[in-house]
């Protein structure tokens, strides 16, 4: 009976090691692909702007003559494309960071000193619109300052961005038991019912001829916000009517009073 019995735990202790091999192969060959599609989707996003402002940059060589209006919006062309570029890489770069999950989360972070500072920061930046502080209730996270950080400015500047000018913008922080609840509010032209399930994809945005002029952006941006929320142990979603406005609600666990 020992004997079987040890036959009987070797056996198992087998069959762990293979589902823990296959595992293990199964999470390497994911690692992979999604390296793949990043540096496939990556390369196709940076080559677009790229092309844009060489083909400029080659006008304004080849005719050094045409008109200076003409000249001026060429270069204003290529400026819009280059701080496209700029942009584009640094949220790449803050995904590839994302997809290895490197954060750090040790950090007291008070969500309400951030948000009182973000809202001064953004003073000079908000254009022609409203931008308020609501109810902000003293709250203490326990995560990476820089990425929550991030996921503030990400979040205020999709409101400030879809927002027509005269609108406004509205942060607020409550707290509800031991969790954050952190609600940044827009009147802006909103997101159609059948686009809100697809607003958290890398690469996509919504049409926003509504605001007349595309106000320009990666699409990365809510990936980027999806996952700084979770690699808290929070959730994120928007709540959004056409023409009326988007709330993004930001719930974020172990959630402190000071
Ligand atoms: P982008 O760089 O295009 O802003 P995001 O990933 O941040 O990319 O957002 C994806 C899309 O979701 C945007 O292109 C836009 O269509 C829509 N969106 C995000 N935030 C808002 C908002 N506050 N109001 C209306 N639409 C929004």
């Not at 819009?80 to 040790?106: C, Q």
């Not at 031991?178 to 958290?200: H, S, W």
Request: glycine fraction near 10%; charge should be negative.
């Amino acid at each position: 009976p020992l004997e079987s019995l040890s036959v009987g735990i070797d056996i198992t202790d087998r069959k762990e090691a293979e589902i823990l091999l296959k595992e293990r192969d199964r999470q390497m060959q994911a690692l992979l692909e999604g390296h793949k599609r990043f540096v496939s989707d990556a390369s196709h996003e940076i080559k677009t702007p790229i092309a844009g402002i060489q083909g400029n940059l080659e006008v304004l060589l080849r005719y050094p003559d045409i008109p200076a209006e003409e000249k001026q919006e060429i270069l204003q062309d290529c400026h819009r494309e280059a701080v496209r570029l700029g942009r584009l890489v640094s949220d790449l770069l803050s995904l590839a960071r994302a997809d290895r999950g490197i954060l750090l989360l040790e950090t007291d972070v008070r969500l309400d000193v951030m948000l009182q500072d973000l809202l001064r920061e953004f003073e000079p930046l908000k254009g022609n619109h409203d931008l308020l502080l609501g109810e902000v209730a003293p709250c203490t996270v326990q995560g990476d300052p820089e990425r929550l950080k991030q996921l503030l400015v990400i979040l205020t500047e999709n409101a400030l961005k879809y927002t027509p000018a005269g609108g406004e913008v509205s942060l607020t922080l409550a707290r509800e038991g031991d969790r954050a609840i952190l609600k940044v509010q827009d009147t802006g032209i909103g997101i159609r019912q059948e686009d809100l399930p697809r607003v958290f994809e890398r690469y996509f945005r919504a049409d926003s001829s509504r605001l007349g002029q595309d106000p320009g952006g990666t699409g990365l941006g809510l990936p980027i916000a999806r996952w700084i929320v979770e690699a808290h142990g929070g959730e994120i979603w928007l709540e959004s009517q056409v023409g009326l406005g988007t709330t993004v609600v930001v719930s974020l666990p172990g959630c402190l009073e000071m």
